[in-house]
């Protein structure tokens, strides 16, 4: 009987313990706090785990626990929610990412070009649309700004094109040829990362001949709205050629996207003849480079003087290669489109022009962008003094990129003829200077106009040890005759 009532009585202590340990949903809403059911939820655990086996768990208990995981989500979408829209943007970074982005020359010329976009494109869009009929109540004046701006448009996109139109059709040349040196500077412009993908010929034909396409629309449109004025223009031809030349670079750019131009695949490796290649090195190179005398003293070589002031586009086009800047002759017509095109294609627009203020606006713009397309040189010699760790010029503001783009603009024979007397002081490999010889010419020839390859050979002394055991071979056989002795013929002459 006893153990029976001491039974009982632990039954009683028990169902007292569940009644205090289930507490009612609104005190665990309102009246309790998350950390508070936390705490009797645990101390309930403990009671149970005292004796070594757990106790069922009520209901009520599993529904603490759940109840606020139910609510969580709630709260943590509120919460990023609020995370978001409190967040304050970081004016300081974004300004330092524009100054590095406009320290670029190239930018800072793509930058001018799109507000002269933007500022005729809503010119024109206003005009057309009516916006400006309280500003311009007379037709006339009306079809006059829209001519003005419809020519300014048309002037700077067929710049534009005319600018990258070298580049495109020697992306097509290398395409048709295809060699392994023409494969990685297709892939370093098309493909995603630089790397293999599948059938990427055939990918990058698609690309590189709707980019043409872009071109070619272009002039044509160009050429309507020279060649006829507003009220002659064929309105069909205006249509199609606008809308190829827009939606041409458009696809273009979906396509290498969406292709597998625009997809990760796996790395291929390089083989053991170019792994080979790639580790041979001259045995010295110069870590100090100078350029080769002062801007202005060209009287070293007056040979090269003249030439850079005759040729000097096709001097640079030929330096730009030697330094390993790319092909030769899509620098030179790219320089000379910077240099001639802006004042052909703003005259041909100023024609259709019946202000004459307008005009000579039109035309002295042409003259002005000329003069602005030397900067294609100062921004190349500022990549090459880059790569080549060349001293830079801060006689100007301080700045070396504003130092090179100034000599440019004011002697430009002298800053080139410097350039190139600079490049036929050392030998180039792999983006750097190495010391010559002294028995070495000045003029180092373009890779493809030597008889044997620099690049691959281990050092430039091996020609000079060349030089000395043909004349050793022929000083031993000379002696073996009584006959005059003649100086030796080198083994290699360079140009």
């Given amino acids: 009987m006893s153990s029976m009532d001491d039974a009982s009585i632990e039954d009683e202590k028990s169902n007292e313990h569940k009644g205090k340990t289930s507490v009612p949903l609104h005190h665990q809403r309102g009246l309790l706090t998350e950390d508070d059911n936390q705490n009797q939820v645990d101390s309930s655990q403990k009671k149970s785990t005292f004796f070594g086996f757990k106790k069922p768990v009520s209901p009520s208990v599993k529904f603490q626990r759940l109840a606020p995981e139910k609510d969580s989500p709630s709260c943590t979408f509120g919460g990023s929610v609020h995370n978001i829209f409190s967040k304050k943007i970081n004016w300081g970074s974004l300004q330092n990412m524009a100054k590095e982005w406009l320290s670029n020359p190239t930018n800072i010329v793509l930058f001018i070009w799109i507000i002269c976009v933007a500022i005729s494109g809503a010119i024109l869009f206003l005009v057309m649309t009516g916006m400006l009929n309280h500003a311009l109540p007379k037709k006339s004046q009306r079809n006059a700004w829209f001519e003005v701006n419809n020519q300014i448009l048309n002037a700077l996109f067929t710049l534009m094109c005319l600018y990258h139109h070298p580049h495109r059709l020697y992306h097509l040349i290398l395409l048709f040829r295809f060699k392994p040196q023409d494969i990685s500077k297709l892939r370093k412009s098309y493909s995603k990362n630089g790397s293999y993908k599948p059938n990427e010929r055939a990918h990058m034909m698609v690309v590189v001949l709707l980019l043409n396409l872009n071109c070619f629309a272009q002039y044509a449109l160009c050429g ?12 069909i031809g205006v249509a199609l050629t606008i809308s190829v030349a827009i939606s041409a670079p458009a696809i273009a750019g979906l396509y290498t996207v969406m292709s597998p131009l625009g997809k990760d695949y796996g790395t291929d490796t390089p083989s053991d003849e170019e792994s080979q290649k790639t580790e041979k090195r001259f045995s010295f190179s110069e870590s100090n480079p100078e350029w080769s005398g002062g801007i202005f003293d060209f009287w070293e070589d007056i040979s090269l003087a003249y030439l ?31 240099c001639l095109a802006p004042f052909w294609i703003f005259n041909l627009a100023a024609i259709n022009i019946d202000n004459e203020t307008v005009r000579g606006v039109l035309g002295i713009t042409g003259v002005f962008l000329c003069l602005f397309g030397l900067l294609y040189g100062g921004f190349w010699r500022i990549q090459m003094r880059k790569r080549f760790n060349l001293p830079p010029s801060k006689f100007c503001c301080g700045n070396s990129v504003v130092g090179d783009c100034v000599l440019w603009l004011c002697c430009c024979w002298c800053s080139l003829a410097q350039e190139v007397r600079t490049g036929n002081k050392y030998d180039i490999l792999e983006n750097k200077f190495y010391k010559k010889t002294e028995g070495e010419m000045g003029i180092s020839p373009l890779p493809r106009e030597e008889q044997l390859n620099y690049r691959s050979t281990p050092s430039p002394s091996r020609f000079l040890q060349e030089y000395q055991s043909s004349n050793t071979e022929l000083g031993s056989s000379s002696r073996g005759n009584d006959s005059t002795l003649e100086p030796p013929i080198p083994s290699f002459i360079r140009r």
């Fill in 224 to 235: 309507l709205n020279v060649g006829y004025k507003r009220s002659e223009r064929p309105a």
């Fill in 308 to 338: 850079s002031l005759c040729c000097g586009f096709c001097v640079f086009g030929w330096n730009m290669e030697r330094l390993g800047f790319g092909n030769m002759y899509v620098h030179m017509a790219t320089f000379l489109l910077f």
